[in-house]
């Protein structure tokens, strides 16, 4: 009997250890990603990191956690759970010993992820968001209605013990498209067309119709200025105005030209070192003419040009590639993989730009459009009858287009071919420059385009060096504006180097009192002889000199004067470290070997379908406008910091669709997006989602939350009826209360627009960065100085003093309420039935219409009381018929549009 009892025991045992290694065996590998990775970065970073290495020991990369400490052994010995110093400090009894010495120990949970992931051989493995996209299949499961987005949705749903929501009722889907896609509401005439249209596609017919609606580009614009940190200021104290909003049209263009993702990229990153570019191109580079420049005396223009390359460089990868690049000036991530070196070869792309930090802005590009093309016409009429055929061929290629063929070679623009051979060949230095040895090589003609200030100078030219002979000298007049002249060169024997030095005899001899911004030679035409040179040469200077619109650009320095990048030490740019040279983090997709090493190469690294962030982060950008929050929370943070995705398949799913089958197309994305079911849900919530699921990531209903700002004070003004749906053009200044600006440098104020204009879209207010639009500002909106990727919204008391008080919002419920007394014919329940339908695209209810009729009721009684309030409320000197009815009327309309569900995207 023993020998049977401990046989059957044996075999027990036996029995058990088999299952027991079967389930080691068959346990899922750890994944480093989603379980190592953040425990790592919530308790152990923070001492043993990029930033600070205590006791030598670091887990951002594998190489410095699996190498020697400071007690020369490693930490972490892969396969050895048992004998890895790491694992040991973690389950330490003595506090001293124990870490994380400052924090809270580490559950069993934690340590048991953490000593299989060493048991299993410590493999590092990528992050998420660094791994290339590849397709990805499409859930099974199967939908009555939708696309493929919800399939994705509703496996998640199920996993989660959840189910959909029902559709939205038709009005209340057709308000929520058309702010999503055009940031209007549905006029009437759109509303009533969707109600009798009762075909199936009915929706989708509305959804396209938006998509090509004008409105379209100004609301995705919108988003792109935050990210693009737009302004019609400089920024810093002085904060002086900049004339950059043909950008801004650019941009909309743009979006309504639904221009692909990756050419919309380019434009903006490198769109003059395109072949060449269009005027359109390089109006794209003011992306990073946005940054700010210091117009205040007294600082250094390398520091502030320094500054701003440093933002363009956290700018570019925080727009497009989600990465918090900026803590890499001083030290290596201490999150995420990049390396301290990596930010100086990323900053080598952008370093080598002509602009300065000087209040004139140059380059910027002429726009000779704006001042008309009859002298342009008349000069190249001129050529084409007496210039050669090259000439004539020139002036052909650039009059088939409807503005001026121009270029911005270095900082300003001419018309080129016409009459001049123009060739980059100096830069402001210091008081002197150099020009080559081609300078004095048959050329007849020096263009100089020059400022000096009220005190005028004087050019001094010599040969070889700046002490060589004198070449000659020229007197130049004073001139706070930029000034183009014409300086004939004598022949020289040989060919020599010139080297101007510009003086004022008032001041130091070494103070540069004048700027010299381009240079041009002119070769001798065979027209120069022809009857009316003289005169359409003297014509060609006058049209240079005059001062059409410009807008600041980015131009590329020429091979000769391309800037060293240096690492700076610590971060400081005034610790110059060693060399480096213009290349990509080696943790993301390679540089394309045919790919130039200058901003263009830049941007096709970006665009490239081996990026891994690119489409991700864009495609999560957009999620987060329709949906109020992005698959990925934190839209501006890919890294190991950020949120983990709640629908990584359908987002890599998403993304590689945008790059291969929707090639780029913003719209089409956009419209599979909407055209889900998942985004065609009722809104409303219920304690059990509320609890569960409060931000509403996992879609078991449809989006519910504020508008934006832009779209706020939009609506308000569509609603009304007083939009001005006009397009483009400078920035405007509506209704703003008195003593906002403080422009003690400049003079400038603020100066209310009339004739309609006051009343156009939030777009177009001009945007002031040390003073922003109050109610913008006041509704979450960008200050504008930094990228903003994304918008935090509030709920503040002060927000509903606006929509009460503001004139703007007063003005809009007046026109609203004389709306209402029209079309209600002086009944005051029909009178606001219609003014609520108007306003929310719903029917009202009885019972809110009981409320309204309240306030009605109370408010007429006090206008009838007092006139005088009346008057003042309807900003009228004499009593219209029925005044106190349309002032109790405005009280109701501005109830209407402070209401939750107008202020509401639902």
């Given at each position: ?39 790592l970065?919530?308790?152990?970073i ?19 956690a ?17 004998k ?20 809270e ?12 992931w060493?048991?299993?051989?410590a ?24 696309n ?26 057709l ?17 009533a067309?969707?109600?009798a ?19 379209y580009?100004?609301?995705?614009a ?19 105005s ?7 049209d650019?941009v ?32 794209a ?56 070196e990596d ?5 080598a ?6 602009d ?17 093309l ?10 084409q ?7 004539v ?10 503005e ?33 040895a ?52 004598k022949?020289?024997?040989g ?30 035409l ?34 000769v ?30 540089f394309?070997a ?27 950008r ?8 992005g ?12 949120f ?22 913003t ?40 508008l ?38 400049s ?29 913008m ?34 003005e ?11 079309n ?5 329940a ?23 009729q ?9 206008y ?8 003042a ?31 509401i995207?639902?």
């Amino acid at each position: 009997m023993r020998s049977t009892s401990t046989f059957r025991a044996a075999l027990l045992l036996s029995v058990v250890a088999g299952m027991v290694v079967t389930a080691c065996h068959s346990r899922k590998r750890t994944d480093f990603s989603a379980e190592v990775k953040p425990i790592l970065n919530k308790h152990c970073i923070s001492c043993h990191g990029g930033v600070k290495q205590s006791g030598g020991f670091s887990v951002l990369f594998r190489e410095e956690a699996l190498g020697n400490t400071k007690s020369g052994k490693p930490a972490i010995i892969p396969g050895h759970p048992e004998k890895s110093e790491f694992i040991r400090r973690l389950t330490c009894k003595d506090p001293k010993e124990r870490m994380p010495q400052k924090g809270e120990p580490l559950t069993a949970a934690e340590i048991d992820v953490l000593t299989r992931w060493v048991k299993e051989g410590a493999e590092w493995g990528e992050h998420w968001a660094y791994v290339p996209l590849k397709p990805v299949p499409v859930p099974d499961i199967a939908i009555d209605n939708g696309n493929d987005i919800d399939r994705f949705i509703l496996e998640k749903l199920k996993h989660e013990g959840l189910k959909p929501s029902k559709p939205a009722d038709p009005m209340t889907l057709l308000r929520r498209v058309s702010l999503d896609l055009t940031g209007l509401p549905p006029t009437p005439a759109m509303a009533a067309a969707f109600k009798a249209d009762h075909s199936p596609v009915a929706y989708q017919r509305i959804v396209d119709s938006l998509l090509q609606s004008p409105h379209y580009g100004e609301r995705w614009a919108s988003m792109w200025l935050d990210l693009a940190r737009y302004s019609d200021t400089k920024g810093y104290e002085r904060d002086a105005s900049r004339n950059i909003w043909r950008y801004r049209d650019w941009v909309i263009d743009a979006f309504n030209q639904d221009m692909p993702y990756d050419s919309f990229t380019i434009a903006q990153l490198a769109g003059d070192l395109l072949p060449h570019p269009t005027n359109s191109q390089l109006i794209a580079t003011a992306f990073n003419r946005n940054t700010m420049t210091n117009d205040e005396g007294g600082t250094q223009d390398e520091e502030f040009r320094t500054a701003a390359v440093m933002d363009r460089l956290s700018t570019t990868m925080d727009v497009w590639q989600g990465v918090t690049i900026g803590c890499v000036q001083c030290h290596s991530h201490p999150y995420d993989p990049f390396r301290f070196e990596d930010y100086y070869k990323l900053l080598a792309f952008m370093n080598n730009t002509r602009d300065e930090d000087t209040h004139m802005e140059h380059p910027k590009l002429r726009l000779y459009d704006s001042i008309g093309l009859a002298e342009v016409n008349r000069i190249s009429e001129w050529v084409q009858q007496h210039g050669n055929t090259a000439q004539v061929a020139d002036v052909q290629q650039f009059m088939k287009v409807l503005e001026p063929k121009v270029h911005a070679h270095d900082c300003d623009n001419y018309i080129n071919g016409a009459l001049y051979d123009t060739k980059y060949l100096g830069v402001r230095h210091n008081g002197s420059c150099r020009l080559p040895a081609q300078a004095t090589g048959g050329k007849t003609q020096l263009l100089m385009n020059y400022w000096t200030g009220n005190k005028g100078g004087t050019l001094e030219c010599r040969l070889d060096s700046l002490n060589g002979p004198v070449y000659f000298t020229q007197t130049l007049a004073p001139t706070n504006d930029r000034r183009v002249i014409s300086i004939p060169l004598k022949p020289t024997t040989g060919k020599h180097d010139l080297y101007l030095k510009f003086r004022n005899a008032s001041l130091k001899p070494n103070d540069p009192v004048c700027m010299v911004e381009w240079f041009a030679f002119r070769d001798d035409l065979p027209g120069k002889g022809q009857s009316g040179y003289d005169s359409v040469n003297s014509h060609l200077l006058a049209l240079v000199n005059t001062q059409p619109q410009d807008i600041p650009v980015m131009i590329e320095n020429t091979p000769v004067m391309q800037r060293t990048t240096h690492v700076f030490e610590r971060g400081n740019w005034l610790v110059l470290g060693k060399a480096v040279t213009p290349d990509v983090p080696h943790s993301l997709n390679p540089f394309p070997a045919k790919a130039p090493r200058n901003r263009l190469g830049l941007a096709e690294w970006i665009t490239d379908p081996g990026n891994p962030l690119t489409a991700r982060v864009m495609v999560n950008r957009l999620w987060e406008q329709i949906f109020g929050t992005g698959i990925v929370e934190t839209v501006e943070d890919f890294g190991t910091q950020g949120f983990l995705p709640s629908h990584p398949a359908l987002l890599d799913w998403l993304s590689y669709q945008y790059i291969h089958q929707y090639r780029w197309s913003t719209k089409k994305l956009l419209r599979e997006i909407v055209l889900s079911s998942a985004y065609q849900q009722d809104a409303t919530t219920n304690p059990t989602l509320q609890e569960k699921d409060p931000a509403n990531r996992l879609l078991a209903r449809g989006p519910h939350f504020r508008l934006t700002a832009e779209e706020v004070r939009d609506q308000a003004l569509a609603v009304s009826g007083l939009l001005n749906r006009n397009m483009h053009g400078p920035a405007i200044m509506p209704y703003q209360p008195e003593g906002i600006w403080q422009t003690v440098w400049s003079g400038e104020y603020w100066k209310q627009a009339q004739d309609g204009n006051q009343y156009r879209r939030a777009i177009y207010v001009f945007q002031k960065r040390t003073s922003p639009y109050p109610s913008m500002i006041t509704f979450d909106g960008s200050s504008r100085e930094v990228c903003l990727q994304r918008r935090i919204r509030t709920n503040t008391p002060l927000q509903a003093l606006v929509t009460l008080n503001d004139p703007v919002y007063v003005e809009t419920a007046r026109a609203l309420a004389q709306n209402m007394q029209r079309n209600g014919n002086n009944d005051a329940a029909a009178c606001i039935r219609w003014g609520y339908q108007t306003a929310i695209c719903r029917q009202l209810t009885d019972n809110k219409l009981a409320v309204l009729q309240r306030l009605y009721h109370q408010a007429l009684q006090q206008y009838k009381k007092s006139p005088t309030d009346a008057k003042a409320l309807l900003q009228c000197k004499d009593a219209p018929p029925q005044l106190a009815e349309l002032a109790a009327l405005t009280v109701v309309a501005n109830a209407i549009m402070n209401l939750d569900e107008f202020l509401i995207k639902s």
